[in-house]
């Protein structure tokens, strides 16, 4: 079981359509981080949220931290083509020895 | 800019053997680890180190031995492959005090 578990697994939309990804975990943590990847490459840090209930706008891209920090979300509005890719949470903590620890991955696939 | 460089990208094995997977930072980083990605599991851990002579284990580090004796160079070793090690292998760096991870594009390895 891994210590952090992202919802859902895999997600196929039509472009223009509003998606929200969860993070969520029963360990508290420091910090916690949203990663993008492309095939053949390694995640792209988006963003980190640090402060219980933070909320973080990356243009369409909207990052909640939850108030007890254990859990994030990922909303998309208006999603297009080239937001199809492996999205990953990554949080940090005392649970972790301070390390990144994973989540298990949103594989996203937006249709033109 | 280099960043963070991984070599070889692709390596097939036979069970028993052994190799070493390359990964060099050009950015001075104190933190360095590696992770393997295997589907559904997202990024998982394997060893990292805090800086030159200190290392310590991660989620999943049975199988592999890292050493770093330098600040640049943290090298992954497989003393005797077995096929459940068929993965894509990351390394990433940052800085202490800050959160912004950078990874290598990836180490893909078949063991068979």
């Known amino acids: 079981t891994q210590l952090l578990e992202q919802s859902p697994q895999f997600l196929s939309i039509q472009e223009g359509e509003n998606l929200t990804v969860y993070c969520n975990s029963s360990s508290v943590f420091s910090s916690l981080q949203w990663y993008r990847q492309e095939p053949g490459e390694g995640p792209v840090l988006l963003v980190t949220v640090v402060t219980g209930g933070e909320v973080k706008k990356l243009k369409r891209l909207t990052f909640q931290f939850g108030d007890a920090r254990k859990d994030s979300s990922l909303h998309i509005t208006a999603a297009q083509p080239g937001d199809t890719g492996l999205y990953l949470c990554?949080?940090?903590?005392?649970?972790?020895?301070?390390?990144?620890?994973f989540g298990t991955g949103t594989s996203l696939t937006v249709i033109p | 800019n280099a960043g963070v460089t991984q070599t070889p990208k692709f390596q097939v094995l036979k069970t028993g053997q052994s190799m070493t997977l390359q990964c060099a930072q050009d950015?001075?980083?104190?933190?360095m680890s590696w992770y393997r990605q295997d589907p559904g599991m997202g990024l998982r851990l394997i060893h990292y180190?805090?800086?030159?002579?200190?290392?310590d284990q991660g989620e999943v580090p049975n199988g592999y031995n890292v050493s770093r004796s330098t600040t640049e160079d943290f090298p992954l070793r497989l003393l005797s492959a077995a096929p459940s090690q068929t993965s894509v292998y990351f390394c990433?760096?940052?800085?202490?005090?800050?959160?912004?991870?950078?990874f290598g594009a990836g180490t893909r390895l078949s063991v068979l």
């Open positions: 180190s805090v800086g030159a002579g200190i290392t």
């Open positions: 950015m001075n980083h104190e933190y």
């Open positions: 990554a949080g940090e903590g005392p649970d972790t020895g301070n390390q990144f620890y």
């Open positions: 990433a760096s940052r800085t202490s005090g800050k959160n912004i991870q950078y």
